[in-house]
């Protein structure tokens, strides 16, 4: 299959690009398109065959289930049995916007490889011009996962759809770099009080300031669950080929640590805020200011998908603060590590 690449912006003929993208859905295919998170592979959620050929492209494990994207409030009773109070207020505060809500499902409504068989379903609004011109233009539903073979990290870059799904899919439209750069939040509003599922762009702080107390867990317990509520937390998920290891940030012991790691014959990618500059690693992938979590999660896949460009035999990753977005990135950094620490003998 022959992968086309799309340009959308201001210059270019949207319409035109927008119809074909449609035409392309409406036959049951798969196309690729940013939201403000990164990008998703989409198919029309109430078409079987179509979704399938998303865990197909994907390599994605048939138990995880898939967020359905709309493009207007009003379809949402289309596709869940009730809408909790809680929900109402959130969509009205968050969306369009990173949160994804899982409700009881409507039976019957959705393809079931949408849902992989469970009774709730996610659901969210993008907040992004293509995604939302593209779902406007459709008028119907989209099952979307994050556009990455599965493993991978997410796309931030029509670039990096096109290295992992090439050949694999018709069509990606690119509209340019994603905003947040991590996942949205997903929240399971069917308990109360409500969990995060997945921590995302809306934080734990923002989503109490609307409805009081919500609950989240620990990573620890998130790993410890034999059954995860949101399947997708129990795949080893985000990382690169090479080893990653997660490290204090300590101008000292990075140092120290590149040094002995060197030493042993390894080749050493670092990801780090800028000041962390002046150390003798190999490869070097600035996360941007120091205290700037916006930057690091922006920049979080691209550097690990980066260090996959390089000879590095061994990536470290500075840690950061878990308050507010932070929670999102430590997340995904300790999945993307396999939740190890470096510990090098002679080193404090
Ligand atoms: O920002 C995002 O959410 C991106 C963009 C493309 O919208 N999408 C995304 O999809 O990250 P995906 O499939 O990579 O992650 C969906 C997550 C998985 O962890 C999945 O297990 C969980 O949401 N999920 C989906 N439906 C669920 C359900 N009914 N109950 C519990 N968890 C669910
Ligand atoms: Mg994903």
Known sequence: MKTVLLTVDKKVDKEKIYAQAVDILNQGEVV????ETVYGLGAVATNEEAVKKIYKAKGRPSDNPLIVHIGTMEEVPNYVEEIPENAKKLMERF?????????????????????????????????????????????????????????????????????????????????????????????DVTVNPPVILRPGGITKEMLEDEIGEVLEPTPKEQELESTPKAPGMKYTHYAPEAPVYLIEKNHEKIKQTIAKLKKEGHRVALLAPSNYSATSADYFFPFGDEEDQKQMAAKLYDSLRACDKTDATIILATTTSSEGVGAAIMNRLFKAAGGKFIEVPGTE
Not at 32 to 35: K, L
Not at 99 to 109: C, F, N, P, Q
Not at 117 to 144: C, F, N, Q, W
């Open 95 to 187: 969306w369009p916007g990173p949160l994804t809500l899982i409700m009881k499902a409507k039976r019957g409504v959705l393809a079931t490889s949408v849902t992989a068989g469970l009774s709730t379903v996610g659901i969210r609004m993008p907040d992004h011009e293509v995604a939302l011109e593209l779902l406007r233009a459709l008028k119907k539903p989209l099952a979307a996962p994050s556009a990455n073979r599965s493993g991978k990290p997410s796309p931030t870059k029509a670039a990096h759809v096109y290295e992992d799904l090439k050949g694999r899919i018709p069509l990606i439209l690119d509209g340019g770099t994603t905003g947040i750069g991590i996942e949205s939040t997903v929240l």
């Open 32 to 35: 690729a398109f940013p939201t």
